[in-house]
């Protein structure tokens, strides 16, 4: 036996540290392409509201600070999500890149899975960047408003004070937004594996990024449409099955939207955190799946 | 061990062309051996089946009927690949990565981690003399360049068999000196080399044994100096011989049953005076 030989790393069925290479890989590309380039946009939009807001009251103020952000936050990281997923595999395959990775002994699967860890990370470190700076953003708000009620109650009867001061602060930064933030993350990491899922079959990232954005929007309407459809009469059970394919083909989005109890300031229940953190974990895993499946039959 | 470092066995791929009745066989039964150590070229024209061989070879892409085997192991398990470099035709690899960077991707894709990744990817950096361009991106490689990253990342798991698909392709004289250059080392240290190609002379120097695929059927196949020899031509090259000298050997040509065919003056490829010339410019 040759020294080279002698000297190889012996092969496993499954390895952390080939996945991992994939994943850094993956996040290096995409940082490389300047993709966090959207956090700029968010921060523009939160300084442009900010400033357009100084007229309203505070409640109106925060809310508006919550809304815009919110949603903002949940669109882009949606959009980061599909656009920056759809391109992974069909460029791979382009550029001949694939052949080389799997020319070496690593399964497909480690492959896929180390290419939407990838995304996944590069979702989390976008959301946490933007929710870092709208928590900044809200925080100093609250601290200028608190500060600005303690000067103009100069004189206060202790009660009327605290209840100026606990107004602002129910207003303002409450640790729900966090359960939010983290739902809209849930959201973002579906997509992602729903887009690695169809970028298997997809020939080019653009048909895989029209997919996507046909899937986003039904998404979100088909749990209205349901419920519209169930309300009739003659809806029976093929109409229940239909429905139930629909759902898993096209999951549903709207059960992901919690940034309205958000804004309103409702607490979200712990039960409903974990029933959507539970669907957005079974959604990944259906796709992923999938994913693997049609790419092991997949012709190179 | 002396297990055949490729097996190919009744080897046929059809591929289906979508809302057509009929399909498109790349290859037919093709059966071929690669014994350990050799460089074996896999040559024909364009769309003859070689690429979609090789790729079955590395289980890219999985045969209609037949087998392929990797050192006694069947291709299409992922271990099969634990001894092997591939270089596929025209690589891109990743634009945003530099020489140095790519070289240690692909060698955690083999588990290699530490000094000991270190020390490969800087021995590897060397034997392709691309050290000084280690911190560059790949965008900004030439095409030769790019060519010998390539073969540098299929040598980083040590390999025991190196797959070239088209390794000279689109590379100028001198890119392909170094990558035919780099092949016979490789052949030297004991590495198995399967490449295909459709430029003949450049394989002819460096391939032991060679197939010629047309149309997905093997059509010939055996060792080089075989195959290429006129069997009863004979070559005689003299240095510095007088037109006496030559006069003398012609007569003694006729006087036998010999036929001389023809007299000239020896010269050189246009490849060597290319290089000559190129290289000479460089180093003024």
Aim: with cysteine.
């Amino acid at each position: 036996m040759s020294d080279a030989a002698a000297s190889a790393v012996r092969h496993r069925a499954f390895s952390p540290a080939r996945i991992f290479a994939i994943t850094t890989n993956t996040l290096t590309e995409l940082t490389r392409q300047k993709v966090f380039n959207v956090i700029l946009i968010f921060g523009l939009l939160l300084i442009g509201s900010s400033l357009f807001m100084a007229r309203f009251s505070f409640q109106q103020e925060f809310q508006i600070l919550k809304d815009v952000s919110l949603g903002v936050m949940s669109i882009l990281s949606s959009l980061l999500a599909i656009v920056a997923t759809a391109r992974l595999i069909p460029q791979d395959i382009e550029d001949r890149t694939i052949y080389t990775i799997l020319a070496k002994p690593v399964p497909r699967f480690e492959y896929l899975l180390g290419k939407l860890f990838g995304v996944l990370l590069l979702l989390a470190i976008s959301i946490a960047l933007m929710s870092a700076l709208f928590v900044a953003v809200l925080y100093l708000r609250e601290q200028a408003v608190l500060n600005e009620t303690l000067r103009q109650v100069s004189r206060p009867p202790g009660e009327q004070l605290d209840a100026a001061l606990n107004a602002v602060r129910v207003a303002g930064l409450k640790i729900d937004i966090l359960a939010g933030i983290a739902v809209i993350f849930f959201k973002a990491c579906l997509l992602a594996a729903l887009t690695l899922f169809v970028s298997t079959f997809a020939t080019t990232n653009i048909f895989a990024i029209i997919v996507m954005v046909s899937v986003y929007f039904i998404g979100h309407l088909q749990a209205t449409a349901r419920e519209y459809w169930l309300e009739q009469q003659s809806a029976g059970w093929i109409a229940h099955v239909f429905l139930a394919i629909v759902a898993l083909i096209f999951p549903d989005l709207q059960a992901f939207n919690l940034v309205d109890e958000v804004v309103a300031g409702v607490a979200i229940p712990l039960a409903l955190f974990a029933k959507t953190a539970l669907l957005g974990l079974f959604y990944i895993a259906i796709y992923t799946l999938a994913a693997t499946f049609v790419f092991y039959g997949k012709e190179l | 061990m002396t297990d055949t470092a490729v097996t190919v066995e009744g080897l046929t791929k059809v591929f289906p062309v979508p809302f057509h009745r009929q399909s498109i066989t790349a290859v037919h039964d093709l059966n071929l051996r690669v014994e350990p150590g050799e460089v074996y070229g896999l040559l024909g024209p364009n769309g003859s089946g070689k690429s979609t061989t090789l790729k079955i070879i590395l289980g890219l892409i999985s045969p209609t009927r037949g087998r392929t085997q990797i050192f006694g192991r069947d291709s299409s398990l992922v271990e099969s690949r634990e001894a092997v470099g591939f270089l596929p035709e025209n690589p891109y690899f990743y634009k945003f990565l530099t020489g140095e960077e790519t070289l240690r991707f692909f060698g955690k894709l083999c588990r290699l981690n530490g000094a000991r990744l270190k020390s490969r990817v800087h021995e590897l950096l060397k034997l392709v003399g691309l050290t000084n361009a280690r911190h560059q991106r790949l965008g900004t490689y030439s095409k030769g360049m790019l060519q010998r990253i390539g073969l540098a990342q299929a040598l980083i798991n040590e390999p025991k068999l190196v797959v070239l698909d088209e390794p000279t392709a689109g590379v100028d004289p001198a890119g392909s000196r170094d990558i035919r250059n780099l092949i016979v080392d490789l052949k030297r240290r004991g590495i198995t080399v399967l490449l295909s190609s459709h430029l003949l002379t450049q394989v002819q120097e460096i391939c032991d044994r060679v197939g010629i695929l047309a149309r997905g059927v093997l059509v010939r196949e055996g060792r080089l100096q075989e195959l290429v020899a006129i069997e009863n031509w004979s070559e005689l090259v003299l240095e510095n011989a007088s037109e006496a000298l030559l006069k003398e050997i012609e007569k003694l040509a006729a006087n036998s049953n010999a036929k001389l065919i023809e007299r000239r003056r020896s010269t050189t490829t246009l490849e060597r005076l290319f290089l000559d010339a190129t290289t000479d410019r460089s180093n003024k």
